[in-house]
């Protein structure tokens, strides 16, 4: 599953025990050893890219093109 932060940004989470450590080597659940399934990691991955892109066209928003007078 995938929370969001404060901050908005994605966070994945195990299935079987919600808890958001994993071990990056294996690609498995801290807690109980769960492994993160593909589609998980996908998910995750689109979530992040699509994070990324929101605060980059935010961030580009805020400081607009250089039209003022
Ligand atoms: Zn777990």
Known sequence: MIFRNPAGAPELACDQCGC???DRMSGSC???G???SPQAQREY???LAAFAAAR???AQERTGPATAP
């Open 20 to 22: 958001r450590w994993f």
């Open 30 to 32: 801290y807690e109980c």
């Open 34 to 36: 769960m492994p993160v």
């Open 45 to 47: 991955r689109e979530a």
């Open 56 to 58: 980059q066209a935010a």
